[in-house]
């Protein structure tokens, strides 16, 4: 070890810096749901009408739990639109059978190919648009599952004219084995608490694809979504546009779940290196420090650069907070494994931009749409050069977070 005495001081600053972020971490993740009580909407404003757009594609293995949450929603005025590209596509027939259950549900089906831009799944928001018949939009994905009180306590801050979109973050949902278990984990233990903890440093750098909720002035403001219509990262792009108008971001103490399904390793790898590789492009400065936060392998070498009993104390305190981050024995015991991969995911990221999705490669290099005309972004009117259905390249913008370092 006397080879590595000249860093020892390295290995020591790694220890503390990756101990203090798993400390932080798990107190933010703690703490969470005692946040932003802030948020609830003045005593005299009542909920206003609320339309929700889903983009669907495919039958999802729990979608139609997800959706008739969303029918089971207690608030006093809302509607569901629902859009798929194809009238093959087996989604249709999910929410036909939510018609023909919840009769007084508000339900619109959108049905169209015309394709937008790069990302398939602004393009699907596109078509849905014009049938949207509220001020107020709730743009959600597919797998989330919701509370009955979820439209009525994200969209509450909407109240407020100087708050722009209003977000919420998500909990990872297993379904299957210990790969869908690691991609959750992924969600649960490093996703999250960085938005959490980039939250409490004070970044407002963040909007989730699980849920945004805005007034519909906001979105014809920053030139409606097809000004998101060759953006990778939409859901990081609608939050930003907003805010470059002086809008606030809101982070709602409201928590949904989303599906994970990847069940072999090489569709989690592909599904959390895009994840990755969009970090970067949005964040690269932010993206080159977050080694810090894969506690696991930062700890073992900080240990084995500097293995002194005030390191290794240093390091045991690290792993206590990221074995209280985990929240169970099983995912306690799991994190190794899923620190480790994080690293190695982390190291591919760092080279290559093209990330897969559904069978297509795309580019993280976004092709900016040019400027809408104001409002029309909410009425579909401005020329937006269609392409066949058969030149897609994926049909979903990735999801973007929030890094401890800044926003993502």
């Not at 599952?145 to 909407?158: E, I």
């Not at 599906?259 to 970090?279: C, G, K, Q």
């Not at 792993?319 to 899923?338: E, F, H, K, Q």
Request: net charge positive; proline share 7%.
């Amino acid at each position: 070890m006397q080879v590595f005495s000249h860093l020892a001081p390295a290995g020591t600053a790694l220890a503390c810096l990756a101990t203090a972020y798993a400390g932080a971490a798990a107190a933010a993740t703690w703490r969470a749901p005692a946040r932003h009580r802030s948020c609830a909407a003045p005593a005299d404003a009542g909920p206003k009408p609320v339309s929700v757009l889903k983009p669907l594609c495919g039958a999802d293995p729990n979608l139609y739990d997800n959706l008739a949450g969303l029918c089971r929603q207690r608030h006093p005025a809302f509607q569901l639109v629902f859009g798929v590209r194809a009238a093959s596509d087996p989604a249709i027939a999910v929410v036909e059978r939510l018609r023909a259950e919840f009769p007084a549900c508000d339900i619109a089906l959108v049905v169209c190919p015309l394709v937008h831009g790069s990302n398939l799944k602004v393009s699907n928001l596109i078509n849905l648009l014009p049938r949207a018949r509220h001020p107020w939009l709730v743009v959600a994905d597919s797998d989330i599952a919701a509370d009955p009180d979820y439209l009525a306590r994200v969209t509450a801050p909407l109240a407020d004219p100087a708050v722009g979109v209003v977000t919420c973050l998500y909990r990872g949902r297993p379904v299957g084995g210990l790969w869908p278990a690691l991609g959750a984990q992924f969600i649960d233990d490093w996703f999250a608490p960085s938005a959490r903890v980039a939250h409490a440093c004070g970044s407002r750098r963040f909007s989730f694809g699980a849920t945004i909720a805005l007034r519909r002035e906001v979105l014809d403001a920053v030139g409606g979504f097809a000004a998101l219509s060759d953006r990778l990262a939409d859901d990081f792009w609608l939050g930003e546009l907003t805010r470059q108008r002086g809008l606030r971001t809101v982070l709602s103490e409201v928590e949904v779940s989303t599906d994970v399904t990847e069940t072999h390793l090489a569709a989690l790898w592909s599904h959390e290196l895009r994840w990755l590789r969009t970090i970067r492009s949005i964040n690269p400065s932010g993206f080159a420090f977050i080694f810090i936060t894969f506690t696991w392998p930062m700890l073992a070498l900080a240990a084995w650069l500097a293995p002194q009993p005030p390191v290794l104390a240093v390091a045991l305190a690290g792993i206590g907070a990221r074995s209280l981050l985990a929240g169970s024995l099983g995912a306690a015991l799991r994190a190794p494994l899923r620190d480790v991969l994080l690293l190695a995911e982390w190291v591919a990221a760092l080279f290559g931009d093209q990330v897969r999705w559904r069978g297509q490669m795309l580019s993280t290099r976004d092709r900016h749409a040019p400027a809408a005309p104001a409002g029309g972004g909410a009425t579909g009117a401005y020329p937006l050069s269609p392409r066949p259905a058969g030149t897609d390249n994926g049909e979903h913008g990735a999801s973007s977070s929030v890094l401890s370092v800044d926003g993502k």
